[in-house]
């Protein structure tokens, strides 16, 4: 397609009519082309556009830069610091819940339900008649926005214009460049970036795409890291990492440092297959190395303290918890629910860690902890807990359903 018959595309689809619109933005191409298209084609005034940038972490640069392109598009960003927020209310539940997806670290699935919610509550508070996001038709965000900002704002109005006029990202940059909308992506898609991980270039990357080493925020490629092993210490209190190398320390300061630290070692790159709520497959590219160690040392912390019982129903929890959060549900009464259980069974989950991070490994070299299960002055065979004899007459009792079967017979 040509600008014209892009153009032609975009202001020949009807729109809703709107006076005040609340945006989700980032600065980004998508959210920057959201305020030209509020222009010229919802034909909103300038004083009715209010660009709401949410900070949930990904620094302070990132930020400024909204901030600044903002200023270059003429509107002035309303600026929200969730950091705090996010770091003590979402993430805290996302690790207590072991945060997986089918292998993704759930980062960016929390903070737009986070972001939207913000920006809904925002829209209201400014009488807005509409929301506007710039999610694609393609991906999983526009569920997850949609869902919260019917949940905080639902007299408002939803628009996705990305969606909404089937663009591809291709023609997003001849438009921005048509119209003087400031672009700066150092990957085709751009990424998503939290303190706990960094999503690069979501659902555009393809299947044997090769990905340019100068992309990663903290990843170092394991041929490249230290030839010696980097030892660290970590600290859990009620199943939250409190300290690094023994020193207390606020959650986030301990994840960014972290990043730092294990991702020079070559730990936290993901490649995956991801399936999303659209039951479609795309290939996903992440780095997450505090969230790789914190995570990894958190599940065997977890398996030390924990019962065996609750174990097993925990991760039917964890799955579950992370199919809602990804899903688009972090506001549902049950995820609420599922927080709750994951909250108590944290109680007990306390211990240092020291660990060896070596070229992406991560190898547990030390664990304590005063609660933990595990009781080899009755458990091992080296010591004399109990007397084996016991547990002959058990032996029998529960060997007793297999001889009824051998009776029956029909087994193979």
Same mark, same amino acid.
């Given at each position: 397609?040509?600008?014209?018959?892009?153009?032609?595309?975009?202001?020949?689809?009807?729109?809703?009519?709107?006076?005040?619109?609340?945006?989700?933005?980032?600065?980004?191409?998508?959210?920057?082309?959201?305020?030209? $298209?509020?222009?010229?084609?919802?034909?909103?005034?300038?004083?009715?556009?209010?660009?709401?940038?949410?900070?949930?972490?990904?620094?302070?640069?990132?930020?400024?830069?909204?901030?600044?392109?903002? %200023?270059?598009?003429?509107?002035?960003?309303?600026?929200?610091?969730?950091?705090?927020?996010?770091?003590?209310?979402?993430?805290?539940?996302?690790?207590? =819940?072991?945060? #997986?997806?089918?292998?993704?670290?759930?980062? !960016?699935?929390?903070?737009?339900?986070?972001?939207?919610?913000?920006?809904?509550?925002?829209a209201v508070e400014l009488g807005c008649d509409g929301l506007m996001e710039g999610s694609t038709g393609k991906g999983n965000d526009q569920y997850r926005m949609h869902n919260t900002f019917k949940i905080f704002a639902p007299k408002c109005k939803v628009l996705c214009p990305v969606r909404?006029?089937?663009?591809?990202?291709?023609?997003?940059?001849?438009?921005?460049?048509?119209?003087?909308?400031?672009?700066?992506?150092?990957?085709?898609?751009?990424?998503?970036?939290?303190?706990?991980?960094?999503?690069?270039?979501?659902?555009?990357?393809?299947?044997?795409?090769?990905?340019?080493?100068?992309?990663?925020?903290?990843?170092?490629?394991?041929?490249?890291?230290?030839?010696?092993?980097?030892?660290?210490?970590?600290?859990?209190?009620?199943?939250?990492? !409190?300290?690094?190398?023994?020193?207390?320390?606020? /959650?986030?300061?301990?994840?960014? #440092?972290?990043?730092?630290?294990? %991702?020079?070692?070559?730990?936290?790159?993901?490649?995956?297959?991801?399936?999303?709520?659209?039951?479609?497959?795309?290939?996903?590219?992440?780095?997450?190395?505090?969230?790789?160690?914190?995570?990894? $040392?958190?599940?065997?912390?977890?398996?030390?303290?924990?019962?065996? #019982?609750? /174990?097993?129903?925990? =991760?039917?929890?964890?799955?579950?918890?992370?199919?809602?959060?990804?899903?688009?549900?972090?506001?549902?009464?049950?995820?609420?629910?599922?927080?709750?259980?994951?909250?108590?069974?944290?109680?007990?989950?306390?211990?240092?860690?020291?660990? %060896?991070?070596?070229? %992406?490994n991560i190898q547990i070299l030390k664990r304590e902890s005063p609660t933990g299960l595990f009781s080899p002055e009755i458990r091992s065979i080296k010591s004399k807990g109990f007397s084996q004899k016991m547990a002959?007459?058990?032996?029998?009792?529960?060997?007793?359903?297999?001889?009824?079967? =051998?009776?029956?017979?029909?087994?193979?």
């Amino acid at each position: 397609m040509n600008i014209q018959e892009i153009e032609a595309k975009v202001f020949g689809t009807p729109v809703p009519e709107v006076q005040k619109v609340a945006l989700a933005y980032s600065g980004g191409l998508d959210s920057s082309l959201c305020i030209e $298209l509020l222009r010229r084609v919802y034909k909103v005034k300038d004083d009715g556009i209010f660009p709401i940038t949410i900070d949930v972490g990904q620094g302070q640069d990132e930020v400024e830069v909204s901030k600044t392109k903002a %200023g270059q598009l003429g509107v002035k960003a309303i600026l929200i610091d969730l950091k705090k927020e996010f770091t003590e209310n979402w993430l805290t539940k996302a690790i207590r =819940a072991n945060s #997986d997806y089918e292998g993704y670290p759930v980062s !960016t699935s929390m903070t737009r339900q986070l972001v939207a919610r913000a920006v809904a509550k925002k829209a209201v508070e400014l009488g807005c008649d509409g929301l506007m996001e710039g999610s694609t038709g393609k991906g999983n965000d526009q569920y997850r926005m949609h869902n919260t900002f019917k949940i905080f704002a639902p007299k408002c109005k939803v628009l996705c214009p990305v969606r909404d006029f089937d663009m591809l990202r291709d023609e997003e940059r001849m438009l921005c460049e048509a119209w003087g909308v400031p672009v700066d992506e150092q990957i085709a898609g751009g990424d998503d970036k939290t303190m706990w991980c960094r999503s690069i270039a979501s659902g555009a990357i393809g299947l044997d795409q090769e990905l340019p080493e100068d992309i990663w925020m903290w990843l170092k490629w394991p041929q490249k890291a230290p030839d010696k092993t980097e030892e660290v210490s970590v600290t859990f209190e009620e199943g939250i990492p !409190t300290k690094l190398n023994g020193r207390k320390m606020p /959650l986030d300061e301990l994840i960014m #440092d972290l990043n730092v630290v294990a %991702g020079a070692c070559g730990i936290g790159y993901i490649d995956m297959f991801e399936d999303g709520i659209m039951d479609l497959k795309s290939r996903e590219i992440y780095e997450a190395p505090a969230a790789h160690v914190i995570l990894r $040392l958190r599940h065997d912390l977890e398996q030390w303290c924990l019962t065996k #019982d609750e /174990l097993e129903f925990k =991760a039917a929890v964890d799955r579950k918890w992370a199919y809602l959060v990804y899903h688009g549900m972090w506001f549902h009464p049950l995820k609420r629910e599922l927080d709750a259980f994951c909250l108590a069974a944290s109680k007990f989950m306390n211990g240092t860690y020291r660990v %060896g991070l070596y070229k %992406g490994n991560i190898q547990i070299l030390k664990r304590e902890s005063p609660t933990g299960l595990f009781s080899p002055e009755i458990r091992s065979i080296k010591s004399k807990g109990f007397s084996q004899k016991m547990a002959k007459d058990a032996a029998t009792i529960r060997g007793l359903p297999f001889e009824i079967l =051998a009776r029956r017979g029909g087994i193979e």
